[in-house]
């Protein structure tokens, strides 16, 4: 089980506060995929930081971005698993702070990204080439 990770963006190392992934297919009325697997974003919610890259990432609708996403074992310093996307676009951002709470001021973005690589297991969408 992983303890720690962490999204890098741009040089810029941020703490993850939670982390959601997924990627599905449709199916026959048997139960059988019918598709090509579906997906290629991803949900990542991490402490706030003094940078605007992420807003600024969020309001530009034509600017993509490569990062990773790695999780940590429990000893804080060995890689369990990484996640790598390739020409993402951030098409959701939340930025929440709560005096009342214990919990640190946070953002959520939604990243929609063309390539995800898990460990060396690649997912692609045929997205056109950009000009």
């Known amino acids: ?40 974003r991803f949900r990542v919610i991490i402490e706030s930081t ?9 309001v530009s609708n034509n600017q993509t971005k490569n990062g990773k996403v790695t999780f940590f074992r429990r000893d804080a310093v060995s890689k369990m698993r990484e996640l790598q996307f390739n020409d993402g676009y ?22 929609s990204a063309k390539e995800i690589i898990m460990n060396g297991s690649k997912f692609s969408r045929n997205w056109p080439l950009k000009f």
Do not use: H, R
């Open 1 to 40: 089980m992983s303890f720690l990770a962490k999204l890098e963006i741009d040089g810029e190392v941020m703490n993850v506060l939670e982390f959601q992934f997924t990627i599905g297919q449709e199916i026959d009325k048997s139960g059988k995929p019918s598709a090509d697997p579906n997906g290629g």
């Open 50 to 58: 003094k940078s605007t890259m992420l807003f600024d990432w969020m």
């Open 90 to 111: 951030c098409i959701g951002y939340d930025e929440v702070f709560l005096s009342q709470s214990n919990s640190s001021m946070s953002v959520e973005i939604i990243v």
